[in-house]
T-cell receptor, first 116, second 111 residues
């Protein structure tokens, strides 16, 4: 079946602009994660959903970052008043079931955000 | 939060040689230990994982070993091939099911 998809693949924003990044997880996957990956670094956890519930948002760097998953499938990561330090690849991942001790994550291709 | 370190940060090996990457973590509640491979410009993909009740797991040329007492686990790649060249990340799952990625190891396999 189809894997995790993300759109847009590339986004260029002017500083101060708002952006919205979309993630379509694998159908039936309960868990959904957002990560931020700066150039040359590992993915940094942003937030986690189980169905529509946002169970962990401890990684969101500021209140300019907001994520939602209203119907427990598609998720949107919104960044308000973008800053240059927000430039990164934003990765979405989903997993089938949030079971302690086994949580293979399937990643989307990412959205490369460049803030000028 | 969980402190995760990988060593080495870069590794160059001749084709056919073995490569070993070590990951240390701090959260004693961690119980799931995956390794992801990320090729340039692509998404991370799981290559092997191990649960806390197992000490070693092997899948063809790839193996993972776990030492829970010392809080580290290692990725072993034997008979390396040029297509193994990539960045490898460990991502232990700690308490409260929190996943923390390591800083990455760039592996270069020289033909």
């Amino acid at each position: 079946g189809a894997g995790v998809s993300q759109s847009p693949r590339y986004k260029v924003a002017k500083r101060g602009q708002d952006v919205a990044l979309r993630c379509d997880p694998i159908s039936g996957h309960v868990s959904l994660f957002w990560y931020q990956q700066a150039l040359g670094q590992g993915p940094e956890f942003l937030t986690y959903f189980q169905n529509e519930a946002q169970l962990d948002k401890s990684g969101l760097p500021s209140d300019r970052f907001f994520a939602e998953r209203p119907e427990g499938s598609v998720s949107t990561l919104k960044i308000q008043r973008t800053q240059q330090e927000d430039s990164a690849v934003y990765l979405c991942a989903s997993s089938l079931l949030r079971v302690q001790g086994y949580n293979e994550q399937f990643f989307g291709p990412g959205t490369r955000l460049t803030v000028l | 939060g969980e402190n995760v370190e990988q060593h080495p940060s870069t590794l160059s090996v001749q084709e056919g040689d073995s490569a070993v990457i070590k990951c240390t973590y701090s959260d004693s509640a961690s119980n799931y230990f995956p390794w992801y491979k990320q090729e340039l410009g692509k998404r991370p993909q799981l290559i092997i994982d191990i649960r806390s009740n197992v000490g070693e797991k092997k899948d063809q040329r790839i193996a993972v070993t776990l030492n829970k007492t010392a809080k580290h686990f290692s990725l072993h790649i034997t008979e390396t091939q040029p297509e193994d060249s990539a960045v490898y990340f460990c991502a232990p799952e700690g308490g409260y099911q929190k996943v923390t990625f390591g800083t990455g190891t760039k592996l270069q396999v020289i033909p």
